[in-house]
């Protein structure tokens, strides 16, 4: 054994980092004005809705939220897609609706993250998105408008990495 391995104790509990950027008062009004003109089913919580910053496996000691930004950051909006959830319990695969979007310093702020604090991620390229439904069934999203809301970002934040974050927000969408 190492004089080291005595002096420092590895954290176990400290599974992963998290970061996410909320949205302002005015870019989910939009959002919920847009799901319930377009009958968007199984959406996500508004109080939750969030784009991820970092998602980390490696836990990043060192990584301190910016927490409410000076100036807003501004996306683009761009188009919707399907993605597949985390499979749940029993293997079933919803389809997820997500709308992305750009926003050229939230893939600059990601990259710093990564670079800093030698993160990691599950994908190979970061796509700045919000997911709208984690589950839409059957819909059809090819006649779906484009959404011409604001995407404004206010605050950044970070918690511990939650790998079962799907079976622990079971509760993420609401019907109405």
């Not at 509990?13 to 003109?37: P, W």
């Not at 998602?55 to 910016?66: I, M, N």
Request: with cysteine; net charge negative; glycine share 4%.
């Amino acid at each position: 054994m190492k004089l080291i391995d005595l002096v420092e104790e590895k954290d176990d509990s400290k599974k992963g980092t998290y970061a996410g950027v909320r949205f302002s008062k005015e870019t989910i009004d939009g959002i919920k004005e847009y799901i319930k003109d377009n009958d968007i089913p199984n959406h996500t919580k508004f109080h939750k809705m969030h784009t991820t910053l970092l998602y980390s496996r490696e836990y990043c000691p060192d990584y301190v939220p910016a927490g409410k930004f000076e100036e807003a950051m501004h996306g683009k909006p761009e188009e919707f897609e399907v993605w597949d959830s985390q499979p749940d319990d029993d293997d079933h695969v919803a389809k997820c609706l997500v709308m992305r979007y750009t926003c050229p310093e939230l893939v600059k702020r990601h990259k710093t993250l990564m670079d800093e604090h030698n993160a990691t991620y599950d994908f190979d390229e970061y796509k700045p998105h919000v997911t709208f439904s984690y589950d839409i069934g059957d819909m059809k999203i090819k006649d779906l408008p484009k959404f011409k809301g604001k995407i404004e970002l206010v605050e950044e934040y970070g918690e511990d990495l939650n790998l079962d974050w799907a079976k622990d927000n079971s509760d993420i969408t609401e019907k109405d």
